[in-house]
């Protein structure tokens, strides 16, 4: 793997967006009882906000993975708004990515807070997982 610290360069962004529809809401996903944006799906699309923004920086074989989230849900969303998530590269440690996330709805801001991410070498990763797998009693090719 090459030096993550040359590689995705501080300050990178990437971004997701998505429409705030009954299958995205606390009702339907179960983290609350109200037709709003999800906290879940929140999260979801601030960790696809940093995805999109290491993907053209990824070296062929490698990927990354969420490590850490912690984000605040700061106002609700209605039903038909959509909801653009951000992500900013703040800071790299060796394998470890960690951006700075926001989403918005248009009128608010929504959330913020950090997301991590761990690159990894595709192939490896495969490799542990499948062992686990199989250790577990659980292959599944």
């Known amino acids: 793997m090459s030096d993550p610290t040359t590689q ?6 990437g971004e997701a967006t998505v429409e ?18 999800a906290t879940p799906e929140m999260v979801r699309l601030m960790e696809r906000a940093a995805v999109n923004a290491l993907k053209p920086y990824l070296a ?8 850490m989230v912690s984000v605040r ?13 951000r992500a ?6 060796g394998r470890r990515l960690t ?20 690159l990894i070498d595709l192939t490896r990763f495969e490799a542990k997982v499948k062992a686990k ?7 599944r090719d």
Not at 8 to 13: E, H, K, M, S, Y
């Open 133 to 139: 797998a199989e250790a577990m009693g659980q292959s």
């Open 20 to 37: 705030v529809v009954p299958e995205v809401t606390a009702r339907h996903l179960g983290s609350g009882t109200v037709s709003v944006f």
């Open 60 to 67: 062929p074989g490698q990927q990354s993975v969420g490590t």
């Open 88 to 93: 900013r590269l703040i800071a790299v440690e």
């Open 73 to 85: 849900h700061l106002a609700a969303t209605p039903l038909g708004a959509t909801v653009t998530g």
């Open 8 to 13: 995705f360069p501080i300050g990178l962004t």
């Open 99 to 118: 951006f700075e996330v926001s989403a918005h709805d248009g009128a608010d801001l929504i959330g913020e807070g950090t997301h991590e991410r761990a």
